[in-house]
């Protein structure tokens, strides 16, 4: 069944109650717009974090031009709702994204734990990287909060366990300040 107008209101209640209480209760509404994305999807989304003057995006192409759709899509996403939120025109960021192409491996998970420990540069939150409400760390090691939104499959088929990963993520090098070096 299509996204009506009168879902899309219940939609609006799902994301509010996300923020508020860091649970995405999926409606029918949500769950046709999850089935949607899912069978349309360029790229999956492997790793996130959002810090306040800068994100990182770990994806896997689907397609030889996903990403920079993927990419496309997620800047002008935001750059709208920020230029809402503050009744503000323009640009948000300064210049081009920046893709790094994972050539293994061993490459690609020391990015997943530079990605999910990136919140020890926050004051308050060195240690407590996990519980970083805005990063994808928990999804790993908790619950996964976005289900299929979220392709943990590709770190996790090499876990035997969500506490592995927690203990590879936090016995890693990435991110080490210089007094841990």
């Known amino acids: 069944a299509p996204i009506t107008l009168s879902n899309v209101g219940r939609l609006a209640k799902d994301f509010k109650d996300f923020v508020q209480h860091r649970v995405l209760n999926k409606s029918a509404a949500l769950l046709q717009l999850e089935e949607k994305v899912l069978m349309k999807r360029t790229v999956e989304l492997i790793h996130f ?20 759709e993927y990419m496309q899509k997620v800047l002008n996403a935001y750059t709208k709702y920020i230029n809402i939120k ?21 490459q690609f998970l020391y990015l997943g734990t530079y990605i999910h420990r990136n919140a020890r540069e926050l004051p308050g939150w060195k240690g407590r990287e996990v519980g970083y409400p805005w990063s994808s760390f928990q999804d790993y090691v908790k619950q996964n909060r976005w289900g299929d939104l979220l392709a943990t499959h590709h770190v996790m088929d090499q876990f035997g366990s969500h506490h592995e990963y927690k203990k590879f993520v936090e016995e890693s090098p990435a991110k080490l300040g210089e007094d841990e070096e």
């Open 49 to 68: 974090i959002e810090m306040p003057n800068h994100f990182h995006l770990a994806t896997y192409a689907k397609t030889d031009t996903g990403i920079s």
């Open 86 to 106: 503050y009744e503000r025109t323009g640009h948000v960021f300064q210049g081009p994204y920046t893709r790094v192409h994972q050539e293994d491996n061993d």
